[in-house]
T-cell receptor, first 117, second 110 residues
C-alpha cells in the first residue's frame, strides 16, 4: 500500500509570494494533519482536517490556510511568505475515527522542503 | 514556552541493552501520549501510544510508561537493536492539538 505522499518534494519561493503544498493520505484515511518542522525541533501542529472539516488549528497566523477535498487529499496554502516560513512541511494521515484514540496515531509523509529567499 | 520537553538530545546504547528515552510535559490537560520514530529523509513513524488513564502500555520490545504525578513519559526498548537507531519524538494531545518534543537521537552500537 502507498504511504502518505506529498508534492512537491522541494520548493524555492521568494519573500511575499504564495505557495500551495499538496498531500494525499493513505487510502481509507479520512484525517489529514499539517505540521511545520524547523531543523533541530519537533513538528509544530498547524491544522487537522477530518471528513473535510477543520478539527484543530495550531498557533499560526492567518496567512496559513488549508482545506480537505472529497477524496480526502489536502492542500496547505501560505500567503505573503516570510523568510521564517522556510521549513519542512509534513503531512500526516490517520485511520482512526473522530473521538477514538487511534484518531491521533498518525502516519507521516516525507515532507516538502520549502525555502523562502 | 515549551510544553513537551525531551531533555536529552542524544543517547548511545550498546546492542542488546535497554534504551530509555524520556519526555517531560507541563500541561496536565494532555490526555493522550505517543512516541514516533524518524529515520533520515523520512517522515516520523508511529511507534506506540498511551492514554492518560493508564500507566503502562507494551508492544513487543517497546514499553511506554506514564507517571502523571511527575508529568513524565518514558519509552523503554528492550533489547535494543542497531536498526532502532533513529530520532525519537514524544507527542502529547490536548483538545485536538498535538504537541511534539524536539526529539532524542538514539544510537545503538553493535
Amino acid at each position: 500500500d502507498a504511504g502518505v505522499t506529498q508534492s512537491p518534494t522541494h520548493l524555492i519561493k521568494t519573500r511575499g509570494q504564495h505557495v500551495t503544498l499538496r498531500c494525499s493520505p493513505i487510502s481509507g484515511h479520512k484525517s489529514v494533519s499539517w505540521y511545520q518542522q524547523v531543523l533541530g525541533q519537533g513538528p509544530q501542529f498547524i491544522f487537522q482536517y477530518y471528513e473535510k472539516e477543520e478539527r484543530g488549528r495550531g498557533n499560526f497566523p492567518d496567512r496559513f490556510s488549508a482545506r480537505q477535498f472529497p477524496n480526502y487529499s489536502s492542500e496547505l496554502n501560505v500567503n505573503a511568505l516570510l523568510l521564517g516560513d522556510s521549513a519542512l512541511y509534513l503531512c500526516a494521515s490517520s485511520s482512526g475515527e473522530l473521538g477514538t484514540s487511534r484518531f491521533y496515531e498518525q502516519y507521516f509523509g516525507p515532507g516538502t522542503r520549502l525555502t523562502v529567499t | 514556552d515549551q510544553q513537551v520537553k525531551q531533555n536529552s538530545p542524544s543517547l548511545s546504547v550498546q546492542e542488546g541493552r535497554i534504551s530509555i528515552l524520556n519526555c517531560d510535559y507541563t500541561n496536565s490537560m494532555f490526555d493522550y501520549f505517543l512516541w514516533y520514530k524518524k529515520y533520515p529523509a523520512e517522515g516520523p513513524t508511529f511507534l506506540i501510544s498511551i492514554s492518560s488513564i493508564k500507566d503502562k502500555n507494551e508492544d513487543g520490545r517497546f514499553t511506554v510508561f506514564l507517571n502523571k504525578s511527575a508529568k513524565h513519559l518514558s519509552l523503554h526498548i528492550v533489547p535494543s537493536q542497531p536498526g532502532d537507531s533513529a530520532v525519537y519524538f514524544c507527542a502529547a494531545i490536548n483538545a485536538g492539538k498535538s504537541t511534539f518534543g524536539d526529539g532524542t537521537t538514539l544510537t545503538v552500537k553493535p
